[in-house]
């Protein structure tokens, strides 16, 4: 009897570990693990509060099904370091000259992409709204299915020898007939920042094997360590507009998941007097985003990654959000700046050359957290006033709190 009792408990044991492990256990960056479990908590009771962002995931994780898998060897072309493993993009404002035979060098249009510039970009994206979707998607359903397929898409891109990407991006935003890469195209991977978090998420599903979660931790140890000791890496780090930002933000994502808490802390400890200061004025501008042909989007999108380090930071308890510089800028202040132009379009006195609408709306989900960051109800306010009906359904709801 005691050796059948024996048998059953190493069973249960066995299964259990079959089933995943909680991702409580584990280092989120950006995404809120205990509000996640609430909005859950709401959809089982049948509360309608997150139900369009539901419905919206699961329409697109059924699409999700149906496509992949991902992988830079897709590409018909060789990176110049000899292999399709390699990532490879062009930046996406140079153009042929068209004043040369071959073309070449390209010449710059900043604000118009060029669109034989992704290469391996779409693979890319491919990859990260697909897994992020799939992860989210099982977790909130329970359909194990999604788990799988996100499984199949991790190992595609990390790990199958046949179709891994390399850990490093050398190659990133080329300029043919002038350089093989550059340190600003470390930004085609910033959603890396979403994909590390996913992958946590999807490990307490059980659909990948423990030593494949090992496999995948260690090639972004792998790009951590490039990301840190590269030369490309320490440009993008001193870039003195978004990039460097974003930078941050991928950086420190990695880091908490490869479970580097002190490099954590030094980064965000560092961004008041790093960023914040140096980018962001007393009336909430930001100069180095003005500049740009898409100036109200780029000062936007910059705002969001510094949104995001305030997440990682509030997770090792650390707040930004409270800073303001000598000047009196401060993240709120940069907030209230871009929001102040909300349906404002004709009054923008730097230019914007598309996307305003989409840049509104981003502008909308950032109210929606600042709410919280800034214990304002006024944001809250005009979220659910302005935006709520149609952002609703935004995948970052499910994910980050508001207020």
């Given at each position: 009897?005691?050796?059948?009792n024996?048998?059953?408990?190493?069973s249960?044991?066995?299964i259990?570990?079959?089933?995943?492990?909680?991702?409580?256990?584990k280092?989120?960056?950006?995404?809120d693990?205990?509000?996640?479990q609430?909005?859950k908590?709401s959809?089982?009771r049948?509360?309608?509060?997150?139900?369009?962002?539901y419905?919206?995931l699961i329409?697109?994780?059924a699409?999700?099904?149906?496509r992949?898998p991902?992988?830079?060897?897709?590409?018909?072309?060789?990176?110049?370091?000899?292999?399709?493993h390699?990532y490879?993009?062009?930046?996406?404002?140079?153009?042929?000259?068209?004043?040369?035979?071959d073309?070449?060098?390209?010449?710059?249009?900043?604000?118009?992409?060029?669109?034989?510039?992704?290469?391996?970009?779409?693979?890319?994206?491919?990859?990260?709204?697909?897994?992020?979707t799939?992860s989210?998607?099982?977790?909130?359903?329970?359909?194990k299915?999604?788990?799988?397929?996100?499984a199949?898409?991790?190992?595609?891109?990390?790990l199958?020898?046949?179709?891994?990407m390399?850990?490093?991006?050398?190659f990133?935003?080329?300029i043919?007939?002038?350089?093989?890469?550059?340190g600003?195209g470390?930004?085609?991977?910033?959603?890396f920042?979403?994909?590390?978090?996913?992958?946590?998420?999807?490990e307490?599903?059980?659909?990948l094997?423990?030593?494949?979660?090992?496999?995948?931790?260690?090639?972004f140890?792998?790009?951590f360590?490039?990301?840190?000791?590269?030369?490309?890496?320490?440009?993008?780090?001193?870039?003195?507009?978004?990039?460097?930002?974003?930078?941050?933000?991928?950086?420190?994502?990695?880091?908490?998941y490869?479970?580097?808490?002190?490099?954590?802390?030094?980064?965000?400890?560092a961004?008041?007097?790093?960023?914040i200061?140096?980018?962001i004025?007393?009336?909430g501008?930001?100069?180095e985003?003005l500049?740009?042909?898409?100036?109200y989007?780029y000062?936007?999108?910059?705002?969001g990654?510094?949104?995001d380090?305030?997440?990682?930071?509030?997770?090792?308890?650390?707040?930004?959000?409270?800073?303001s510089?000598?000047?009196g800028g401060?993240?709120?202040k940069?907030l209230?700046?871009?929001?102040?132009?909300?349906g404002?379009?004709?009054?923008?006195?730097?230019k914007?050359?598309?996307?305003?609408?989409?840049t509104?709306?981003?502008?909308?989900l950032l109210l929606r957290?600042?709410?919280?960051y800034f214990?304002?109800?006024e944001?809250?306010?005009?979220?659910?006033?302005?935006?709520?009906?149609k952002?609703?359904?935004?995948?970052s709801?499910?994910v980050i709190p508001?207020?």
């Amino acid at each position: 009897m005691k050796f059948r009792n024996h048998i059953l408990i190493v069973s249960l044991m066995l299964i259990l570990a079959s089933c995943g492990h909680s991702p409580e256990s584990k280092r989120f960056a950006v995404w809120d693990f205990s509000y996640m479990q609430q909005v859950k908590k709401s959809l089982k009771r049948g509360g309608v509060a997150y139900r369009p962002a539901y419905q919206s995931l699961i329409q697109r994780a059924a699409e999700a099904m149906e496509r992949g898998p991902y992988s830079v060897t897709f590409k018909n072309i060789i990176s110049p370091g000899g292999t399709k493993h390699d990532y490879m993009s062009m930046g996406p404002y140079w153009w042929p000259d068209p004043s040369k035979p071959d073309g070449l060098p390209y010449i710059r249009r900043d604000g118009e992409v060029n669109p034989e510039s992704g290469i391996d970009k779409e693979q890319l994206s491919g990859l990260i709204d697909d897994v992020r979707t799939l992860s989210l998607a099982w977790y909130f359903s329970g359909d194990k299915d999604y788990a799988r397929k996100a499984a199949e898409l991790l190992r595609v891109w990390f790990l199958d020898e046949e179709t891994l990407m390399n850990p490093h991006l050398e190659f990133g935003q080329t300029i043919p007939g002038r350089i093989t890469g550059r340190g600003i195209g470390i930004i085609d991977t910033k959603s890396f920042s979403t994909l590390v978090d996913a992958i946590v998420l999807l490990e307490s599903s059980g659909a990948l094997r423990k030593h494949e979660e090992e496999e995948i931790r260690a090639w972004f140890g792998e790009y951590f360590n490039w990301l840190t000791t590269s030369q490309h890496g320490k440009d993008e780090d001193v870039y003195p507009n978004n990039h460097s930002v974003a930078f941050d933000v991928q950086v420190t994502s990695v880091a908490r998941y490869i479970v580097k808490d002190e490099y954590v802390k030094a980064k965000i400890l560092a961004v008041p007097a790093v960023r914040i200061d140096k980018m962001i004025r007393a009336d909430g501008r930001q100069p180095e985003e003005l500049i740009r042909t898409k100036a109200y989007g780029y000062s936007v999108d910059n705002l969001g990654n510094f949104f995001d380090l305030g997440e990682i930071g509030l997770k090792m308890d650390i707040d930004i959000f409270g800073y303001s510089n000598h000047e009196g800028g401060s993240l709120q202040k940069a907030l209230e700046f871009v929001a102040g132009y909300l349906g404002r379009q004709d009054e923008w006195p730097w230019k914007q050359t598309a996307d305003w609408e989409q840049t509104e709306n981003n502008i909308g989900l950032l109210l929606r957290r600042a709410a919280r960051y800034f214990n304002n109800p006024e944001y809250k306010i005009m979220w659910e006033q302005a935006f709520a009906q149609k952002m609703g359904n935004h995948w970052s709801v499910l994910v980050i709190p508001g207020l």
